[in-house]
């Protein structure tokens, strides 16, 4: 459990790095567009690809804070759905993981 936790954290702290760094980029592109419509419309086609990138790691973010507060509760190795153990091997392939696989697959999710 400490070494899952310790991976956690350790993915929590790149992920608030990589949406600050998004954030970052995405302030540098406010900047009027000052270019041809060729470069302008590359600049726009840029701006969406982070945009989805910055939403694609805060939702991972949201994940992983998850799990660390299931684990300060003592819960992080139980399915919050129906509280069996969650096998650990898909704790190690999705160390935020907070369904077993069988509660998993009813919602859609990997």
């Known amino acids: 459990m400490e070494?899952?936790?310790?991976?956690?954290?350790?993915?929590r702290d790149e992920l608030i790095e990589r949406v600050?760094?998004?954030k970052v980029h995405k302030m540098r592109l406010e900047n009027p567009l000052d270019r041809d419509m060729e470069e302008q419309a590359i600049e726009l086609e840029n701006e969406d690809?982070?945009?989805a990138l910055e939403d694609e790691a805060e939702e991972e973010?949201?994940?992983?804070?998850?799990?660390?507060?299931?684990?300060d509760e003592g819960n992080g190795e139980l399915c919050e759905?129906?509280?069996e153990p969650i096998d650990p091997r898909r704790l190690e392939a999705i160390p935020y993981a907070t369904l077993c696989l069988e509660c998993?697959?009813?919602?859609?999710?990997?």
């Not at 936790?5 to 993915?11: H, I, K, M, Y």
């Open 3 to 11: 070494q899952r936790q310790a991976l956690l954290e350790a993915l």
């Open 81 to 83: 759905r129906c509280a």
């Open 104 to 110: 998993a697959e009813q919602e859609g999710e990997p």
């Open 49 to 51: 690809v982070i945009d």
């Open 61 to 71: 973010l949201r994940q992983v804070l998850h799990a660390l507060e299931r684990i």
């Open 20 to 22: 600050d760094r998004y």
